[in-house]
C-alpha cells in the first residue's frame, strides 16, 4: 500500500474506533483520529502477523480492515488505561 491508501486507511479506522470505544472522546482533531488509526493498523498488524492470524495487504482486502480496527482499539483502550480520569 502507498502512503496516500495508509493515511486513508487511518483516518477511516481511526475514526471507527473512536465510534466503537465507549466513554468521552478526546479532542484530537482529524491529525489525532488519523494517527490514532495509522498506529492502530501497525499494531494490528504485528499483533495478527505475530499470532498468525491474519496481515495486512491490499486497501480494498476485507481482513486489512479489520485487523486496523481492531488495533485502533485496543490503542485507544491502551491510551485510555495509561491517562487515566479526565478532569474537569
Known sequence: ?????????????????????PGPTEPSGCIGTTAVGILGALIGGLIASALDVGEIRHFFDLETWLIAIAGSVVLLLLVRLVSGPRRP
Open 1 to 21: 500500500m502507498g502512503i496516500v491508501a495508509w493515511i486513508l486507511l487511518g483516518l477511516l479506522a481511526g475514526t471507527i474506533a473512536r465510534a466503537l470505544v
